[in-house]
Every structure is written in structure tokens, then in C-alpha cells.
């Protein structure tokens, strides 16, 4: 990959996440952990983003950067493939809880006209199902996060309390080669595992990008989970680690 190209996918990678380090970049670009340096030490000091111990930071606060809508186009194929996998898991009558995120929004888009009930603290839900009659839509309470269309805080967490699913479609910012799933956003990371506390099943739904991913919070364990929903080129190693765990694989 030439060197220009190369930083443009780092960019783009670091806007996204909020938090990279250089392995997952090295990882994912194909590339040697030394040629990562080099280019995190050049993007630093163009002022492109910010380097910090062991990877990069952006030079401005993710979200704002980086709107919803672009990042629903970021390896936009894959997640539609996941999202159709997912929607076959669905059986009418289901309660479901949708978590927030671009891949979410996708299975929404799969789940209109089907008399099923739905639960979100995603504002991307809550557009994509609110002018169906079929679908019952439960919209959690909370604070704004607009950048992310979503709702966050104590509110949200104390909605959730009242709520029992029959499954769970969650995402992540990364799944770590032991199984464990991680995350970007401090907010984002209690109403996930309020969700998982609320649901019989829990569905993760992550597209061959998050293995590694990227977060420095945990989440919860393999163990937590007991669907994977992914597609082909995620990485073998971390899918026998949620096996062995007790989740089943599904690739889309």
C-alpha cells in the first residue's frame, strides 16, 4: 500500500475510534508495527492526529469528525451481510433489543413489517422503525449523544432496568483474540452490559473488521455471549476462542 494511501486508512481508522493502538494498525493494514510508528510520527507532527504511548489519539474529538452517516458507509457491505444474517434470528413475536451503532441500524432496516417489539437507545432506530405500524417500538429515555444518535447515561441505564428481552443485538468497537469484546466510549460501555443483564440471549454483531478492533474498556467475556454473527476474513484464532467459550458462529 503506498505511503499516502496508507495514511488516509490510519486516519480513517483513528477518526473512527477514538483510540488506536499500533498493533491493531499493524494488524489491519498488513503491515510491520515499526512501519505504523513512522507513520503515526509523521501524521503527529502534520498536526493530522496525536500520538501517544503505544498508538494515536485524534487530533479533535472523534465524534464530532466523524458523523454518523459517514461512518455507516465504512465497510458498508459488510455490515448489511451481517445485519442479513442477523435478521434471520428474529421470530415474530420477539421482544429484541437493538444496541446503538451503524450495524444496528442496519438490522432495523430488516426488521420493518415484522410484528416484532423493539428496544433502543439508538436515535438511528428510532428513524429507520418509527413510522412502521407493524413494529413496536420502545425508545429508552436519556441524554443526547448526537454525534452517535444515540441516548446515554443514567437515565438510559435505569430504563433498561425495566426491561426484559428475548435476545440482544450488540456491537462493539473490537473483539479481542481471548474473546473479549472492548469498546471506545465510556457512556456506551454500562448500557451495554445493562442490555446484556436484560436479555435471554445475547447476539453480537460484528463485522470482520472488529477482530482485533479497537477499546481499551472491556465490555464482558466470550462467556457472556452466546451468538456471533460475522462474516468471512474474521480472524480463526479469536472465533475458536468464543467457541470455546460456548458461542456458536454464525458468518453471514
Known sequence: MLQRLRHAEIMRRVRLSGATSVRDLASQLGVSP???RRDLEVLDRDGTL???RGGALPSVDADADRPFAEVAEVDGQDKEAVA???AELVRDGDVVLLDIGTTTACLARRLRGRRVTVVTSSLAVLDVLRCDPEVELLLLGGMVRRSYHSLVGVLTEAALKQVVADRVFLGASGVRPDGQLVDTTLAEVPLKRAMIAAAGQVLLLVDRHK???????RVCGPEDVDVVVTNAGADPATLRSLTAAGAEVLLA
Open 50 to 52: 496525536r500520538r501517544v
Open 34 to 36: 515499526s512501519t505504523i
Open 84 to 86: 442479513a444474517r442477523a
Open 211 to 217: 477482530f482485533p478492533g479497537t477499546g481499551a474498556l
